[in-house]
């Protein structure tokens, strides 16, 4: 349920509100600021919500029902703008493209400080892998925290905040200190545990959909983060597991104007994980920004015929600017400007 505050309701009333709803035990309250109106967000027992009456509190407008199953990443919630993400003045939301570029996964200072240098121009975030879920234990699995230092110094020396993947709850802290924005991959999606933790960490969180998931689980995933009281979580279609196998996952572009109507969170699209063959990243990134996305985060390397893990599916560092140059005139045609620098 939605419990639409009428314009110039007093900080007291909707305390109020929230008191009543929390004293319920059953009922989790969110006040969430509107333009014109307050509301709060009253999420769980929907009985114990009517049963209080709100309707006839002072500062009440109505009571509107939330009947999606996904709450707080649900637009029925955003009664104003779309949510914008601000990583450290790079804004990602409806008027901008963000470009999220990097390794696949940290392997060395040198190299990761080679592709940080051949992005910096043209990407508004550095990406790379610290920790790696990897498919087989015995494949390469990261540089662990020694990555996390590698990466603050490619910031230092690039000024692009840095995207990098947690999984496990253990490294939480450590990684949040190096991270401008916590990245969750596909195949942590539905961690509960992890993403509670992540939503306390108070950064930015890139959620991936994971291999199998609806568009509806991949939201009620950005719910649990939602609910710890982070507001700054972006999402990722990253392709999703078809019969089809002729590409490594199936780009579900579908997905993009679907969240855009669904959720108030921005959207933006992996085509590398989706692709696995550096061919085709191009052209479904420019896909991408053609059916409205916010953004893409993608693999590049300096040298992808030797890099530990997806070499396949990462640009090389020197096609890098000539890629990002195709790919925001099709975000400039969508009507979006670079995500780059403070305030841009
Ligand atoms: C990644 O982005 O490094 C990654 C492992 O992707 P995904 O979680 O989408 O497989
Ligand atoms: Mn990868």
Redesign the pocket.
């Known amino acids: 349920m939605m419990i639409m505050m009428a314009p110039g309701a007093t900080p007291q009333q909707i305390d109020h509100v929230v008191t009543r709803l929390e004293d319920t035990g059953t009922v989790h309250a969110k006040v969430v600021p509107g333009a014109a109106q307050v509301a709060v967000a009253a999420i769980g027992d929907a009985a114990a919500v009517q049963q209080l009456g709100l309707h006839s509190l002072g500062g009440v407008d109505r009571v509107v029902p939330l009947s999606r199953p996904y709450k707080l990443a649900s637009s029925e919630l955003a009664h104003h703008a779309p949510s914008v993400v601000d990583v450290a003045g790079r804004r990602v939301g409806p008027d901008t493209f963000c470009i999220i570029a990097g390794p696949?996964?940290v392997e060395s200072p040198e190299q990761t400080l080679r592709v940080a240098q051949a992005v910096a121009p043209h990407a508004s975030m550095l990406r790379g892998?610290a920790f790696?879920p990897r498919t087989s234990p015995f494949a390469f699995r990261g540089l662990g925290r020694p990555a996390l230092e590698i990466l603050a110094d490619a910031r230092a020396a690039t000024g692009l905040p840095v995207v990098t993947e947690l999984t496990d709850v253990q490294e939480a802290e450590a990684l949040a200190e190096a991270a401008d924005v916590v990245q969750i991959g596909a195949r942590n999606m539905q961690n509960y545990a992890l993403l509670e933790v992540v939503g306390r960490l108070g950064k930015p969180v890139l959620i991936k959909r994971g291999l199998s998931s609806t568009l509806e689980e991949l939201l009620m995933a950005a719910d649990y983060i939602l609910k710890e009281g982070n507001e700054q979580v972006i999402l990722c279609e990253r392709g999703i597991r078809t019969f089809e196998t002729a590409t490594r996952f199936t780009l579900d572009l579908g997905a993009v104007p679907w969240l855009k109507l669904h959720t108030h969170l921005p959207v933006i699209v992996d085509p590398?994980?989706a692709a696995g063959d550096r061919r085709l990243v191009e052209a479904l990134a420019r896909g991408a920004a053609a059916v409205g996305a916010d953004g893409i985060i993608v693999?590049v390397h300096d040298d992808p015929d030797q890099a530990l893990?997806?070499g396949p599916?990462?640009l090389h560092a020197r096609d890098f600017a000539g890629f990002a140059a195709g790919v925001l005139a099709h975000a400039a045609l969508a009507g979006r400007r670079p995500a780059r620098g403070p305030g841009a």
Do not use: F, I, L, V
């Open positions: 696949c996964t892998g790696k590398s994980h693999e893990c997806d599916q990462q």
